[in-house]
């Protein structure tokens, strides 16, 4: 059976809620016309969330990361392009909004979909490929087939980032890039588009973001250079451009205009200001975390939302014009995960820069540990609840209280290549840490001293299982070996050779066996007592199996790989009861809650999605 077979036969996983917004798209947030809703991104999913009670809904059905979102006036549609492999087409999806189903899907551009604008009668949707597409396609959204297409740039310029159409005209619409500003007009009558070339004389910039006055009078254009270009549509030339002194740094790469005339922005230095809408002056401004690629009004502009690249949304009101965080997500790969120690309310997760622990309920950030410019690659919570401790790229072991995050102790130089795994024993009296250079070393916890190094590894250590009688623990690396260490001898108990790179090790909950997962696609199963193997298993037919949990009755497992699909498999039967697709990077970890109620699985695109974990004990897969 192949894998495409195998993922349409079984039956799905159900996608609870995410944590994370993929903030580096481009205007990717926008609050829906009910304005009881808002719209983003994570991963291959568009995430309608209601603002009042954060409840989501998921619309899935991208393959690849979603690369870019509209929504139309009235709120009937929103539109979502895709990113995918070089030589490979791009989806545009529309989706019908109050369905929460797909509307109609156009495939035509190459690799990226990189903007697009719904005309405001929502006839037409126009469509921005990419850097390697550089089109522009109008789409009839009645008949659900494409009008036509154009070059979206004549050859001498550079890419185009940014569509916007006309607010009372469905035939007009403009495009904004490097060294480009083009108006054009649909011809419906001979199915073409015409372009007409903007002219701003010496001046030379690259548009990120584009925005059309109400009644079509003008185009306001956001650059790079930090100013604000303001074209008249009906000359196509530019008559005034600010502010002349004090550009905003790092370009404005998102923005919105207000009813009041004056211009809502956001810059690449995370300031957030309004503008005056006839000399560009600075109202009043204010400032968030990351460069703010997102602004949109809610209602009748008494209040707005802001996105970043630090994958943050934040809302704003007008009168106080002060930010107040909505939503917190990482911006980097996750590396690791945990649950508390019976404790299924809370886990936490780490990545660069920084450790968070969550409410499992609400998806809330409780706490934020950060260390800057540093990668924790590994961590866990203490069986006894008392600490956090944490494995760093720098060689370090620190370790926190779990109330406040406040740094408890560190261990200097706990690893030459960086502290790649960490477990406590069951005691939470001694550590047990894997290093990049394959040392597997224990730690006294009172005392901060190194007990023992066990050196048999030659990789990297990429997981650590302590026994529950706290007398054995087992490491996997990527050297191909999995070691079974006698942690009252400090000596090597059973190894296990593999042709793989293992990136994954549990015990089942007798202890009598172990289950390993890696590069190689297999999940094996081989007996403590002795190294041999029982049983393999062809996880995926493609791609490495990243990250690996069993249940705590020892009656399924999950596994999570660098096709983007999270597995459910019973132990025994050694079949696939449930799969779960909707992450646009590669599985890196997953943990089973342990109620056994939920799996929560994170990505390397910085998502953290949980899901509803099946009732699987004594099912058979269909």
């Known amino acids: 059976m192949s894998e ?203 548009v990120k973001c584009l925005q059309v006055s ?127 120690w019976e404790a299924s309310i809370l886990f936490g997760t780490s990545s660069a820069n920084d450790v968070r622990i969550w409410n499992a309920k609400t998806g809330k950030e409780l706490l934020r540990i950060a260390v800057a410019n540093m990668v924790c690659n590994a961590f866990t919570i203490a069986h006894d609840g008392r600490s956090i401790v944490t494995g760093w790229n720098d060689g370090k072991i620190r370790m926190y209280t779990p109330e406040t995050g406040k740094l408890m102790y560190i261990i200097n130089d706990a690893h030459n290549e960086g502290v790649t795994a960490v477990a406590t024993t069951h005691d939470s009296s001694r550590i047990v840490s894997g290093g990049g250079e394959g040392q597997v070393r224990i730690w006294d916890v009172a005392t901060r001293m190194m007990k023992h190094a066990l050196k048999e590894h030659r990789g990297a250590v990429s997981s650590i299982k302590v026994r529950q009688n706290d007398a054995e623990c087992v490491s996997a690396s990527t050297d191909g070996t999995c070691i079974i260490w006698d942690l009252r001898r400090f000596v090597r108990n059973q190894i296990i050779f593999a042709n793989t790179l293992f990136m994954g090790v549990c ?16 999940i094996g199963y081989w007996e403590t007592f002795d190294g041999s193997q029982i049983r393999e298993l062809e996880a995926s037919a493609t791609s490495s199996i990243n990250g690996m949990d069993i249940s705590s009755d020892g009656k399924f497992f999950v596994t999570g790989s660098e096709d983007k699909l999270i597995k459910v498999w019973l132990y025994n039967e050694g079949e696939v009861t449930h799969i779960g697709a909707g992450h646009s990077g590669k599985v890196t970890r997953l943990r089973i809650s342990p109620d056994q109620k939920h799996i929560v699985s994170v990505s390397n695109d910085g998502a953290i999605f949980k899901w509803k974990c099946p009732n699987v004990s004594g099912q058979k897969a269909t």
């Open 214 to 340: 109400q009644n079509d009078d003008y185009v306001y254009c956001g650059t790079t250079s930090g100013d604000v270009l303001q074209i008249n549509m009906n000359t196509n030339l530019l008559t005034k451009f600010g502010p002349q002194k004090n550009k905003y740094s790092l370009g404005i790469l998102s923005m919105a205009l207000l009813k009041s005339g004056e211009i809502l922005i956001g810059t690449g230095n995370g300031t957030v200001a309004v503008l005056k809408g006839g000399s560009f002056a600075k109202v009043k401004s204010s400032s968030v975390s990351g460069p703010v690629t997102s602004v949109t009004l809610r209602g009748v502009g008494h209040q707005f939302f802001v996105g970043t690249a630090s994958c943050q949304i934040s809302y704003f009101m007008f009168s106080s014009f002060e930010p107040n965080l909505l939503h917190t997500s990482h911006a980097d790969s996750v590396t690791d995960i945990c649950f508390a």
């Open 4 to 206: 495409s077979n195998e993922i349409a036969d079984v039956p799905r996983l159900e996608l609870e809620y995410t944590i994370g917004f993929n903030g580096h798209i481009p205007s990717g947030l926008h609050v829906h016309p009910d304005s009881e809703h808002v719209v983003y991104p994570i991963g291959c999913n568009i995430i309608i969330e209601e603002i009042k009670t954060q409840k989501q809904r998921h619309l899935t059905g991208h393959t690849n990361s979603v690369s870019c979102v509209a929504v139309s006036k009235s709120g009937r549609f929103i539109a979502s392009g895709q990113m995918t492999h070089m030589g490979f087409t791009a989806d545009v999806i529309v989706w019908d909004y109050e369905k929460r189903e797909v509307y109609a899907k156009f495939t035509q551009h190459k690799v990226k979909v990189e903007a697009l604008a719904f005309s405001p009668n929502e006839k037409f949707l126009a469509s921005l490929g990419g850097q390697d597409d550089n089109s522009v396609v109008v789409w009839d959204l009645e008949r659900k087939e494409d009008v036509c297409g154009s070059p979206a740039a004549m050859k001498s310029a550079g890419t185009v980032f940014a569509i916007a159409y006309a607010n009372t005209r469905d035939d007009v619409f403009v495009t904004g890039g490097n060294g480009t500003l083009r108006i054009w007009k649909l011809d419906l009558a001979s199915k073409k588009i015409r372009a007409t070339d903007c002219n701003l004389g010496q001046l030379k910039r690259v």
């Open 507 to 522: 015990y089942n909950p007798s202890e009598t066996q172990i289950i390993t997962c890696g590069t190689d696609r297999q």
